[in-house]
T-cell receptor
Framework: KAGVTQTPRYLIKTRGQQVTLSCSPI?????VSWYQQTPGQGLQFLFE???????NKGNFPGRFSGRQFSNSRSEMNVSTLELGDSALYLC????????FGTGELFFGEGSRLTVL | AQSVAQPEDQVNVAEGNPLTVKCTYS??????LFWYVQYPNRGLQFLLK??????LVKGSYGFEAEFNKSQTSFHLKKPSALVSDSALYFC???????????FGAGTRLTVKP
């Protein structure tokens, strides 16, 4: 069974640009969560999608947005990039997601974003 | 709100010695507790979880964790550390009211030969 796939793995942008990251969950998983990982802030929850609906949202500004498609693939977008957005963005999938199960998250390898 | 705390940024142990990585939690409802490991430039890998039942949970790679409700702790343990266990370890909690998973700050484990 293929794992969680994130693309691109690495990317470099400049301030003010926008970026879109993609995540393909494990086949059959309906929930996709996104996390931002930085050395200073650790792992911070961005949002969770389940069946194309945003179920939970972390404490990030509106520049961070996401969506989920009918095939459970998810994208997240960051507009008007700032230097502080440089981070490893991790996507994780689970069968049912929060509130419905006790299952663990399965993580992708991450997309490392550098903002210059 | 649910949260976990990992009081140690760094843990150093000698190969062959037992290791413990500490975690305490705070939740409103019943806790679902998890441990993950992260190797450099990789995503997180699931090690083990506590949902209910036996307080001692066994997981991957010889790791185990002990759930202690009175101390609100979920410490990760291994009887004999390997150099290959050197990595970043995260404790996480999900409660049955809110649902999303929250992670601790991580503990860097270094096992020296």
């Amino acid at each position: 069974k293929a794992g969680v796939t994130q693309t691109p793995r690495y990317l470099i942008k400049t301030r003010g640009q926008q970026v879109t990251l993609s995540c393909s969950p494990i086949s059959g998983h309906r929930s996709v969560s996104w996390y931002q990982q930085t050395p200073g802030q650790g792992l911070q929850f961005l949002f969770e999608y389940f069946s194309e609906t945003q179920r939970n949202k972390g404490n990030f500004p509106g520049r961070f947005s996401g969506r989920q498609f009918s095939n459970s693939r998810s994208e997240m977008n960051v507009s008007t990039l700032e230097l502080g957005d440089s981070a490893l963005y991790l996507c994780a999938s689970s069968l049912l997601g929060s509130g419905f199960g006790t299952g663990e998250l399965f993580f992708g390898e991450g997309s490392r974003l550098t903002v210059l | 709100a649910q949260s976990v705390a990992q009081p140690e940024d760094q843990v150093n142990v000698a190969e062959g010695n037992p290791l413990t990585v500490k975690c305490t939690y705070s939740v409103s409802g019943n806790p679902y507790l998890f441990w993950y490991v992260q190797y450099p430039n990789r995503g997180l890998q699931f090690l083990l979880k506590y949902i209910t039942g036996d307080n001692l949970v066994k997981g991957s790679y010889g790791f185990e964790a002990e759930f202690n409700k009175s101390q609100t702790s979920f410490h990760l343990k291994k009887p004999s550390a390997l150099v290959s266990d050197s990595a970043l370890y995260f404790c996480a909690v999900r409660d049955d009211l809110r649902g999303d998973m929250r992670f601790g700050a991580g503990t860097r484990l270094t096992v020296k030969p």
